[in-house]
């Protein structure tokens, strides 16, 4: 069966960066994009872009463009979210999803930003 | 960006009734629209897809439909595992949208 399977809880200072991983299984994992969803605590989901596995081509919300980079490992079969320059407001929890309509999900990984 | 806008953003309901929940799109999507489950602390769960699409394993019990602008979620006989916040979702155009969700609670 198809799994995602996310890296663990991370703390980080405002103004550090991040990087979440979406290890993926059950499936071929370069035949569909790998998406970036976020909810900040009581919030809506909020997309954050998307990585085409077969042949890396990405694209970002405009809300994230510069801040954000996501890539593959095709060895690994492995997505990775890199967030930069942290603030309060990137708490969230940051779910990876399989392919536009999103029918599968990682179980999230809960980000936190203090100082 | 295209806005998307459930109704009603609460609902309380008894077990078994059916429920409607109703997406609006900001313009049209075609029927490129799904619906997603949440329950706290838990990924969304995939409902359907296509705007009436029932993804594989979903009970029937959940039904689409719409296109355009208006599209609804119906789920009938109402179970306790049913309580949760449902989100409508559109992918026609960059960059997908959600809806503010709707928290379907125990009467």
């Known amino acids: 069966q198809v799994q995602l399977v996310q890296s663990g809880a991370e703390v980080k200072k405002p103004g550090a960066s991040v990087n979440v991983s979406c290890k993926a299984s059950?499936?071929?994992?370069?035949?569909?994009?790998v998406h970036w969803v976020r909810q900040a605590p009581g919030q809506r989901l909020e997309w954050m872009g998307w990585?085409?596995?077969?042949?890396?081509?990405?694209k970002y919300s405009q809300k994230f463009q510069g801040r954000v980079t996501i890539t593959r490992d095709t060895s690994a079969s492995t997505a990775y979210m890199e967030v930069r320059s942290l603030r309060s407001e990137d708490t969230a929890v940051y779910f990876c999803a399989r392919d536009r309509s999103m029918a599968d999900w990682g179980q999230g990984t809960l980000v936190t930003v203090s100082s | 960006d295209i806005q998307m806008t459930q109704s009603p953003s609460s609902l309380s309901a008894s077990v078994g009734d059916r429920v409607t929940i109703s997406c609006r799109a900001s313009q049209g999507i075609n029927n490129d629209l799904a619906w997603f489950q949440q329950k706290p602390g838990k990924a969304p769960k995939s409902l359907i897809h296509?705007?009436?699409s029932l993804q594989s394993g979903v009970p029937s019990k959940f039904s689409g439909s719409g296109s355009g602008t208006d599209f609804t979620l119906t789920i009938s006989s109402l179970q306790p595992e049913d309580f949760a916040t449902y989100y409508c979702?559109?992918?026609?155009?960059?960059?997908?949208?959600f809806g503010q969700g709707t928290q379907l609670e125990i009467k």
């Open positions: 990585i085409n596995a077969g042949n890396g081509g990405t």
């Open positions: 296509a705007a009436s």
């Open positions: 979702q559109q992918y026609n155009t960059y960059p997908i949208t």
């Open positions: 059950g499936y071929t994992f370069t035949s569909y994009a």
